[in-house]
């Protein structure tokens, strides 16, 4: 990269955080690990002009990346802290994956589009965020047993109900941030699980986020 390709880099990168400043992102830790995740690295090459701008991104298998400002959203409420083991459900292109390991995540993260993880696999693969990552093509909502229990679990999506399946994988003290549909509008959820075993669940602002389903995708 040359000097003049450097610098119009950083410039798009420093008005890109300013525009999340700007509708509200104040959390610096979500910022830097944005800062850090090049948003145009995940997204699909026709579509990298819109990599740092505020909206979402078509993918493959109908899917979307969200938009920037709403998965800094969910990102902040999702209080990551450093060396907790992260659930993430949803893959899609992978960026939100990468956010979460930049910020200190161990992660594993199951996505039901096979054609989604294994391009997700490449992205992540030579990013610098590939050892903190385990990406699985799996149904999230019945995620496996044998992957014990997590700090914080991010749903990428919007359901009619957060899986007994998920809330059984949420450790103590942990929190699940995803999207429920209330009265025919997305909302941002915050689930935590409490000392004595049982769960709080306290719904948010309205969230632009695509539904989830359940189950490994057949065709893709």
């Known amino acids: 990269m040359s000097a003049d390709e450097a610098s119009s880099a950083g410039e798009r990168t420093v008005a890109f955080l300013l525009s999340l400043r700007a509708q509200g992102v104040r959390d610096l830790t979500v910022l830097r690990a944005m800062e850090r995740v090049s948003r145009e690295r995940f997204a699909p090459t ?28 969910m990102l902040g409420a999702l209080d990551m802290q450093q060396a907790v083991r992260v659930l993430e459900i949803g893959t899609g292109s992978g960026y939100v994956t990468a956010l979460l390991a930049a ?23 030579g990013s610098g965020q590939e050892q903190r990552v385990d990406l699985r093509h799996a149904d999230g909502f019945q995620p496996d047993r044998t992957l014990g229990r997590f700090d914080r679990i991010l749903v990428n999506g919007v359901a009619q109900s957060i899986p007994e399946a998920l809330l059984a994988r949420l450790s103590p003290g942990g929190r699940l941030v995803g999207a429920l549909r209330v009265e025919g509008a997305a909302r941002r959820v915050v689930v935590t ?11 948010g602002p309205p969230l632009r986020l695509p539904p989830l389903a359940p189950g490994l995708a057949r065709a893709l």
Not at 106 to 124: M, Q
Not at 193 to 203: C, I, M, N, Q, Y
């Open 46 to 73: 026709r579509f990298a002009d819109l990599a740092r701008q505020d909206v979402s991104v078509p993918l493959p298998c109908g899917q979307t990346m969200t938009a920037p400002h709403t998965v800094a959203a």
């Open 103 to 125: 910020m200190g995540g161990e992660v594993v993260s199951l996505e039901r589009y096979r054609t989604l993880a294994l391009a997700a696999h490449e992205r992540i693969t």
């Open 193 to 203: 699980r409490l000392a004595d075993g049982s769960v709080d669940h306290a719904l």
